[in-house]
């Protein structure tokens, strides 16, 4: 269906709204209906504001003037709409070209393109937040305008970078998007590289138009982290299924194993042993049974040995690394850190450095976990280049 449509004649569902005059010589005017769904929802289910934004201009929907000559020199989606009809017999009574958009588009955000492609940089915000901007690429994606307010956009997306999301979710999807669309490097390989971390299985595209091959790109490099993750999980556990790690004092290979097993039965993955595309598993939820699974042990086998609670700790190194805190798993991306040393366990509530109480084939098992940290240091953001 197009984008737009030229009317041949006035209807009454184009009257009333707000008129925002961009042109005062306009010749043609650009009609936004009114819209009552929310733009790029998390959940299409939910009619939750947080899941999308519902504008109150876009209740009544706005009328844009503006110049058919700027519209057509700056996109060919209006050249070719314009020109296919003869203006005779598309003017309408009040001497103007009708274009009506068949999508519901933020009304701001649309005059705020047609200001850019008018040339009425005075008139241009000097920020916008997230859900603006996505609204803005979104309406000049829509009809090939992304030139005319590219250099606007990357000023906007530079002030935006202290509030850039560090997990999943619906920012980080409007993120991918507009960096996409309006080939910002640097935030797309840093919002790919996030997604590929904390998602289970294909990003949502929220109803926009994000390419497939996005979408897939990021997707192979989740695939390839869980993968390597599990194998590292899997690894541990057939070694302490073939009596690889034993303990003779207190029978924490039992303990491990019975404890793996249950985790792993409990999700799903003990039997059959999941393969790609891994649909449902993240790695960061991996990390998480792990810590927990670490932080269970390294309590038990402290108080069997000396009565005592003991902690596990793994410490992130590099680069935007993901941080597992033992106690309760939380998982943040970091800036750049001091190297750590991954899989430290501390029995008997000791600082770091100190002898561990307690050593085993089991332990030394639990401090491999460790591994699973540094895998995520290894992703790398999708390049522009190739998508």
Same mark, same amino acid.
């Given at each position: ?144 305008? #992304? ?50 971390i904390y998602s289970d299985g294909p990003i949502r595209n929220l109803g926009l138009p994000l390419q497939h091959g996005v979408v897939a790109a990021i997707d192979v490099r989740r695939q390839e982290l ?7 999980v899997y690894g541990i556990l057939d070694s302490l299924s073939g009596g690889a790690a034993t303990c003779d004092e207190s029978h924490c290979d039992s303990l491990l194993l019975g404890t793996l097993i ?30 927990? #699974? ?35 798993? @939380? ?15 501390? #029995? ?16 030394? #098992? ?15 953001? @999708? ?5």
């Amino acid at each position: 269906m197009d984008s737009i449509w030229v009317l041949l004649i006035p209807l009454p569902c184009t009257k009333g709204g707000q008129v925002y005059d961009v042109d005062p010589e306009a010749d043609t005017v650009i009609i936004v209906p009114p819209g009552t769904e929310p733009f790029a929802p998390w959940d299409p289910k939910s009619d939750q504001i947080q899941n999308g934004s519902k504008n109150a201009l876009s209740q009544s929907g706005v009328r844009i003037n503006v110049s058919s000559r700027h519209l057509t020199l700056a996109s060919g989606i209006f050249r070719r709409k314009l020109n296919h009809f003869s203006r005779n017999t598309s003017v309408q009574p009040d001497g103007r070209i009708h274009l009506y958009t068949s999508q519901r588009f933020d009304p701001r955000a649309a005059a705020i393109v047609m200001n850019a492609v008018h040339a009425k940089g005075f008139k241009m915000p000097k920020a916008v937040d997230l859900e603006t901007l996505a609204q803005i690429a979104f309406f000049a994606d829509t009809f090939g305008l #992304l030139e005319a307010v590219s250099v606007y956009v990357e000023l906007w997306a530079l002030k935006l970078q202290g509030q850039f999301p560090e997990i999943y979710n619906r920012d980080l999807i409007l993120w991918i998007y507009i960096s996409h669309v309006f080939r910002l490097d640097e935030p797309f390989k840093a919002a790919t590289r996030i997604a590929a971390i904390y998602s289970d299985g294909p990003i949502r595209n929220l109803g926009l138009p994000l390419q497939h091959g996005v979408v897939a790109a990021i997707d192979v490099r989740r695939q390839e982290l869980v993968a390597r993750s599990l194998s590292t999980v899997y690894g541990i556990l057939d070694s302490l299924s073939g009596g690889a790690a034993t303990c003779d004092e207190s029978h924490c290979d039992s303990l491990l194993l019975g404890t793996l097993i249950k985790l792993l039965s409990k999700k799903g993955i003990l039997w059959p042993r999941p393969a790609k595309p891994f649909t449902g598993v993240s790695y960061t939820a991996i990390i998480d049974d792990m810590a927990r #699974l670490s932080q269970h042990l390294g309590g038990r086998a402290a108080k069997a040995v000396n009565g005592v609670n003991g902690t596990t700790k793994h410490h992130a190194n590099g680069t935007n690394g993901v941080h597992v805190n033992g106690v309760n798993g @939380v998982h943040k991306p970091l800036t750049k850190t001091s190297k750590g040393q991954g899989g430290e366990v501390h #029995l008997s509530g000791t600082h770091p450095g100190k002898p561990a109480v307690h050593h085993c084939g089991a332990m030394r #098992l639990v401090a491999g976990f460790g591994q699973l940290d540094a895998l995520a240091d290894e992703v790398e953001g @999708v390049e522009l280049e190739t998508v």
